[in-house]
């Protein structure tokens, strides 16, 4: 390892300290309901983006269908939960079985189309797994779905009073996502990746099987998805296949990582802290009698991203901090780029 | 420079110094209703180094992307230090011993120099410390080492080049397919990839080269396949070549320019 690379994670590591120390006091200062649930969807929905950034970001396969491994994983947990009295600590691992185990046939079939077309493959297997639930009436409650038991405070049962612990699970995911993430930046899957998603041809002529990698990546990225979607639906204590399976997660889950900055770590964090805190705050402003307002806003900034920064705020950011540390890097956070 | 471990130093041969590295047999490919490789046969011993010649559309580029296993044939075989390698993917290809480049280079444009050729080096093994050894050694080969750090898609034309070459060179291959490394180059950027090639074979590597620089092959090569409309014409030592009568007609032209027709041949 270069001496750069050494003072640089140095460096990173005393602002990921500070970073951690900051979420983990946030509910301690915060009381209020209203700003804590937008804590917990940022750190949600962030997680999602992570997961879908693995696959998305890195190999540049741009699903637009992990809302299939959200539901999948939804359902998993609430269905052993409520059928078999199954904790959602254990349906939370099973679920994201589940969705691997679902991942391997829709990769085959979508990984022999590439690009665009890739993509629409994607929405279809989400829609298609949204139908089915809708007619399974007997295992998982058809169109109208169910409420979750409540059972007030049981944490083995991933049930809280407050706000709080719901929000350091979520916490713990994102924590988990990064991790997983900067591991695999880190090996030799996040050049394999990388590769990929530059140009497959050229990959394989250097012994990278693109396939193979697509299919391990996708796997990794369907199972961290559908703990978010354990997670999210034991939060709302409710589900129905519009829920699980909405199509919005998957947008978001790209959205986030597309403004945030594709293919990086922390771009998805950064996405979902700007979508999301400026929904919330539309939603506090104007009430929620102006639904179309906050999706103009997102487009908005979706657009203004691809058209002056298709690399993302975390661009924006690196590009500032070395202006600003003249000694800094702006690549930081691109080690997998660099030797 | 240092020693640039290819396994033809790492490994003792085991077979007789003039075993056939790579055997083309009866390879035919057609693209609808164009013949583009007809019944190619030609073989390269190891350690030897052999050129493809021919006009534009020939089928050079077609001959790689058949043995490379970018297109499946529609006949014959290609057998490569004793191993079938028609159905098989491009990466088991790779793994076998055989690294390519292509016509237009195809960096890892957001990696820099040095990621780019770790993912070559890493087929070999995934440790990430020995991958950047064994890259570093490759790139300071290909003369890149001072750009090291720079993102692939910032590179020249050359520069792109030798990192394709490099790229491939970290796969540890056994046999090299060089397709049109020097097209665009200028005649001083000829001589220095004249002279790359050169290392490549002192260290024992196997190469074909798809060129159309006439003097880059008379320099390099030993020997040389001619094709025409997806035909092997001619083949035989530099000098047997550009005296023979079908050559000059198909493709040289009397007194041919030192570099002819510089420009990518896409077959």
Redesign the interface.
Known sequence: MDPVTRRRSGRGGLWLALLAAAALALPLVVSNRFAIDVFIRVLLFAFIGVAWNLMGGYAKQLSLGHAAYFGLGAYTSTILLIRFGVSPWIGIVAGGVVAMAASLPIGALCFRLRGPYFAIATIATAQVLMLVFLKLRDLAWGAEGTTLPNLGNAPLMMQFDGKAPYYYIALALLAIGLAVTYGIE???MG??L??VG??E??????????LRVKRQIYLISAFLTALAGTFYVQYIYFIDPNTAFSFNVSVEAALVSIVGGIGTLWGPVVGTVLLEASSALLQSWLGGGHGGVQLTVYSLILIAVILWRPTGLIGVLASAYARVVPAGRAQAGEA???? | MRALSLPAERKPAKRPAMAEALVVRNLSKRFGGLRAVRDLSFSVDEGETVALIGPNGAGKTTSFNLI?G?HRCDAGSVVAFGRELVGL???DI??HGL??T?QVA???????V??NV???A??RD?T?AL??EK?REAISFVGLSAR??V?ARDLTTIDQRRLEMA??L??APRLLLLDEVMAGLNPAEIDQAVALVGRLSERGLTIVIVEHVMRAIMAVARRLVVLDHGQKIAEGSPAEIVANEEVIRAYLGTGYAPAASPGGARC
């Not at chain 1, 041809?201 to 693109?210: K, L, Q, S």
């Not at chain 1, 997998?336 to 030797?339: L, N, V």
């Open positions: 880190r090996s030799w050049y394999y990388i590769a530059e140009d041809d050229a990959a394989e002529a250097i012994g990278v099987n693109a997998p780029r660099d030797g | 490379t970018y993917r491009p990466y790779c793994a690294a390519r292509f195809r960096p890892f444009g957001k990696m820099t040095l990621a770790m993912t070559g890493l087929l995934k990430l991958a950047r890259a090291e750090h993102p790229r491939a970290a796969t």
